[in-house]
């Protein structure tokens, strides 16, 4: 026979290891918080070779961004050191390896921007309106694109994460 009280103990036992199953499925990961966190202000290092760990990596980092609600996220969010972010393109969650923006326009834009590393914190950041960016695709291939508008805007915050720049360096700097 089993007491009520007992009852309840093993009911919710058993629901905190299947959540706890769950997590590990979904894979999201603990942001990082804090404009002082080391791991927020170490640049990152270029990915070589794409491994099963980067691509693990990598979907870990999209279902952190959708379960955060977040436009994007880069590795050093997620205590990791790999050049890899994720950004929000055209809608769709886009993985970015080692990238670099090649180009940006010299018409810029301001806009409110906030971070999941620095949460209840809106600042305006001035950024270049259309940049071009070259970075590896999941599968390796080389790509390049020109952004413009939010798209620009998620990845120029997102390499810059890969930097260790954080957008409470850019309201000092205006
Ligand atoms: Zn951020």
Same mark, same amino acid.
């Given at each position: 026979?089993?007491?009520?009280?007992?009852?309840?103990?093993?009911?919710?036992?058993?629901?905190?290891?299947?959540?706890?199953?769950?997590?590990?499925?979904?894979?999201?990961?603990?942001?990082?918080?804090?404009?002082?966190?080391?791991?927020?202000?170490?640049?990152?290092?270029?990915?070589?070779?794409? $491994?099963?760990?980067?691509?693990?990596?990598?979907?870990?980092?999209?279902?952190?961004?959708?379960?955060?609600?977040?436009?994007?996220?880069?590795?050093?969010?997620?205590?990791? $050191?790999?050049?890899?972010?994720?950004?929000?393109?055209?809608?769709?969650? $886009?993985?970015?390896?080692?990238?670099?923006?090649?180009?940006?326009?010299?018409?810029?834009? $301001?806009?409110?921007?906030?971070?999941?590393?620095?949460?209840?914190?809106?600042?305006?950041?001035?950024?270049?309106?259309?940049?071009?960016?070259?970075?590896?695709?999941?599968?390796?291939?080389?790509?390049?694109?020109?952004?413009?508008?939010?798209?620009?805007?998620?990845?120029?915050?997102?390499?810059?994460?890969?930097?260790?720049?954080?957008?409470?360096?850019?309201?000092?700097?205006?």
């Amino acid at each position: 026979m089993v007491s009520q009280q007992s009852e309840n103990a093993a009911y919710f036992l058993r629901e905190r290891s299947k959540s706890a199953i769950l997590r590990l499925k979904m894979a999201i990961l603990t942001i990082i918080t804090g404009k002082d966190s080391a791991i927020l202000r170490t640049k990152t290092k270029e990915v070589q070779t794409i $491994t099963k760990e980067i691509k693990t990596l990598v979907e870990s980092m999209k279902e952190t961004t959708v379960a955060s609600n977040g436009a994007g996220i880069a590795a050093p969010q997620v205590n990791r $050191t790999e050049r890899v972010c994720i950004a929000m393109l055209q809608k769709k969650l $886009t993985p970015l390896i080692n990238p670099e923006i090649l180009w940006r326009s010299t018409d810029v834009e $301001t806009m409110e921007e906030g971070c999941l590393s620095l949460p209840d914190l809106w600042i305006q950041v001035t950024r270049p309106r259309e940049i071009v960016v070259k970075f590896l695709s999941l599968t390796g291939k080389e790509r390049e694109l020109k952004l413009s508008g939010f798209d620009a805007r998620v990845v120029q915050h997102e390499v810059d994460h890969l930097e260790g720049i954080l957008i409470v360096d850019h309201a000092t700097r205006n």
